[in-house]
């Protein structure tokens, strides 16, 4: 970690503060700008192409967004008498909030992004990125929209992972999907959405560093690999959990959810919920499927393994997984 990444990555989180304690709009754009002026170097420091052609492209998706937004502010600051019957800048301002943070049917720009990107890139991508637009979003929304998105979400989150075979497009895919049921929580409750994004960031999190550690970027580096059984079977339970099946950990915030959508008879929206969700575990078993199978094919000299402190690291987080039944009957009865 030097200085200089160090420098940005204080801005980058100095600017989400901004942007949620701001009290005018204004102030909420200014932190949004920082805080892409403040994540671009973090992605172009690489030395490859990929890295800089995100680079450029995060830009100018971010910049488009920005506008949107800024021009929504100026029409606020004009036509601030009969504003809220205005259904048009209503929608303006949640369009350009769904696409800061590549939610459907503005994540085109996603799963290219996070293709040249670093798995810690992608793990802030992912997260913290996520923040600042879903926080002004729940301010002020228009409620059509945000359930057309949440289904056009979870629809393509599940159905674009499918035929990949790039593990960073799909995690992108995986995010789209996530964020699918984010926007849903953030329009149950706030306290609801921190609770899943907190979740959601710890599945994440420890995804990104065993794909960081065993520098694995494609399946087939998984089919090939040599690792001891007990980092496939970290591997098995944090997926499953990302997954969100029942015992582990990850199933718990989306129970909720579910729960409060039945509450409020969204049924036809559960149902997708819930089958969109087998096909999210079907190719996220695919993944464990490749690295786990008896036949593969071993290499003598290459073989994974991390140094211990790691090892229990990796051993603590999938302990936290499993613990999900545990701590969900805690938390409800």
């Known amino acids: 970690m ?13 600017s989400t503060m901004i942007s949620i304690s701001s009290n005018s709009w204004f102030g909420c754009w200014i932190g949004l700008e920082i805080n892409l002026m403040s994540f671009i170097p973090l992605i172009s420091k690489s030395n490859n192409l990929m890295a800089s052609e995100a680079a450029l492209k995060y830009f100018l998706t971010q910049s488009i967004a920005s506008i949107n937004f800024l021009f929504y502010i100026i029409m606020k600051m004009i036509f601030l008498k009969n504003f809220e019957t205005n259904n048009i800048l209503l929608m303006m301002i949640n369009s350009s909030m769904l696409m800061k943070m590549g939610a459907a049917p503005f994540h085109f720009w996603f799963p290219n992004i996070v293709e040249g990107l670093s798995w810690f890139n992608n793990f802030i991508l992912m997260t913290w990125q996520k923040i600042t637009p879903m926080i002004l979003l729940s301010y002020y929304f228009n409620k059509n929209l945000l359930i057309f998105s949440i289904l056009l979400n979870i629809i393509i989150g599940a ?6 075979t ?7 895919f995986s995010s789209i999907n996530n964020l699918g049921w984010m926007i849903s929580s953030i329009m149950i409750s706030e306290n609801l959405w921190i609770f899943y994004l907190f979740m959601y960031s710890f599945l994440i999190s420890t995804m990104c560093l065993f794909f960081y550690l065993t520098n694995s970027y494609f399946i087939n580096q998984l089919f090939i690999s040599n690792m001891k059984p007990m980092i496939k079977i970290n591997l098995l339970i944090n997926f499953l959990s990302l997954g969100g099946l029942p015992p582990f950990i990850g199933f718990l915030p989306k129970w909720i959810i579910i729960n409060f959508l039945m509450m409020n008879n969204f049924y036809f929206m559960t149902f997708i919920f819930i089958m ?10 695919r993944i464990i499927y490749s690295s786990f ?3 593969y094919f071993k290499m003598k000299w290459f073989k994974i393994n991390f140094k211990n402190n790691i090892n229990n690291i990796m051993n603590l987080l999938s302990m936290f997984s499993i613990m999900g039944i545990i701590l969900s009957t805690m938390f409800f009865y």
């Open 293 to 295: 199978m008896m036949n």
């Open 159 to 164: 159905l674009g992972g499918l035929n990949q």
């Open 166 to 172: 790039s593990l960073r497009k799909m995690m992108a």
């Open 276 to 285: 969109m969700s087998l096909i999210m575990l079907f190719f996220y078993i």
């Open 2 to 14: 030097n200085s200089n990444k160090m420098f940005f990555l204080f801005i980058l989180i100095f």
